[in-house]
């Protein structure tokens, strides 16, 4: 089983950046596909971005194309998520997640199995 540590959130202004990223405990990381998720406050969690086991394919949110950049480091057994642009509409909770199966629908939060424990992006106007 994989254990997730979500870090990087923070305050920023609209048009700046942050970098998340989401540690996993586990020898089992590398063949696990990721993904972020959001949920703004008030609100149902949505998919923003994901990523194959192999790092081969990615999937983003139409909210955040060309804005976002998810990566994965096999040797650090970390996942990141690049923000660019920020806007406050990306202000939320952001949560990584780990699939135990390699083929999931990488934009349904039923197919990830382990979640970090999210944390605070906010953008300010």
């Known amino acids: 089983q994989v254990h997730l540590v979500d870090s990087g959130g923070g305050l920023v202004q609209a048009g700046g950046s942050l970098r998340l990223s989401c540690a996993a405990s586990g020898r089992t990381f590398s063949s696990r596909p990721m993904g972020w998720f959001r949920q703004p406050l008030g609100k149902e969690r949505e998919f923003v971005a994901a990523i194959s086991w192999n790092g081969g394919n990615t999937y983003y949110a139409d909210s955040v194309k060309g804005r976002f950049t998810i990566s994965r480091d096999t040797a650090k057994n970390t996942a990141y998520l690049q923000m660019n642009m920020l806007t406050p509409e990306d202000t939320a909770v952001y949560y990584c997640?780990?699939?135990?199966?390699?083929?999931?629908?990488?934009?349904?939060?039923?197919?990830?199995?382990?979640w970090g424990q999210g944390t605070q992006v906010t953008v300010s106007s």
């Open positions: 997640a780990a699939a135990t199966r390699v083929y999931i629908s990488p934009m349904s939060t039923r197919d990830y199995d382990q």
